[in-house]
């Protein structure tokens, strides 16, 4: 079975914090892919990585950064957390298919 | 960028009856899939539809890949309390790896 994890389910931080959300896929996957999901809006791409050390921005990328130094690992970074940044984050990945796999979600509140 | 129109946005249901939701794009897409999303998790995956004019089943669950590979849709019969979720297509076209989501359908089923 494949298996995304990610590092909290909930996550509380402080307005201005640096705020670092972490994702393991077990499967040996190439692709991995950070979202967003807000009611109403479904889910919307923030950063998706192909390959080890490399990144392309998705739909809304503003106020957030990624890095992947391992295969198995595509962390988010929220710079400097702002109240706007409140909401689900969930964590895919894929390899050659386009079907992705989810993690259970992190969900992040700023105060 | 692509984007998908799902609708009805949120539906409440008796227990046993039928249930159709839609999503609709301005752009071609190759393939199309529906997930469901049950409280607290991630998104897993239903049915996956890669040819125009596909009509799949997975047991009680039906979808369609539209002709005119703009459109799909999920159809559940005979509800049951476990379906309660929220149901969420995606569409892939060109874009390396990329889905494009719906907002998302909410299904509540009353016992």
């Known amino acids: 079975d494949v298996k995304v994890t990610q590092s909290s389910r909930y996550l509380v931080k402080r307005t201005g914090e640096k705020v670092f959300l972490e994702c393991v896929q077990d499967m040996d996957h190439e692709n991995m892919f950070w979202y967003r999901q807000d009611p109403g809006l479904g889910l919307r791409l923030i950063y998706f990585?192909?390959?080890?050390?490399?990144?392309e921005k998705g739909d809304i990328p503003e106020g957030y950064s990624v890095s992947r130094e391992k295969k198995e690992r595509f962390s988010l970074i929220l710079e400097s957390a702002s109240t706007s940044q409140t909401s689900m984050y969930l964590c895919a990945s894929n390899s050659q298919g386009l079907v992705q796999y989810f993690g259970p979600g992190t969900r992040l509140t700023v105060t | 960028g692509q984007q998908l129109n799902q609708s009805p946005q949120s539906m409440f249901i008796q227990e046993g009856e039928d249930v159709s939701m839609n999503c609709t794009s301005s752009?071609?897409?190759?393939?199309w899939l529906w997930y469901k999303q049950d409280p607290g998790e991630g998104p897993v995956l239903l049915i996956a539809?890669?040819?125009?004019?596909e009509l799949t089943s997975n047991g009680r669950l039906t979808a369609q890949f539209g002709i005119t590979r703009k459109d799909s849709f999920l159809n559940i019969s005979a509800s049951i309390p476990s379906d309660v979720g929220i149901y969420f297509c995606?569409?892939?076209?060109?874009?390396?790896?990329?889905?494009?989501f719906g907002q998302g359908t909410i299904l509540t089923v009353h016992p």
């Open positions: 752009s071609i897409f190759n393939t």
């Open positions: 990585s192909y390959d080890v050390k490399m990144k």
């Open positions: 539809l890669y040819k125009a004019g």
């Open positions: 995606a569409g892939h076209g060109t874009s390396y790896g990329k889905l494009t």
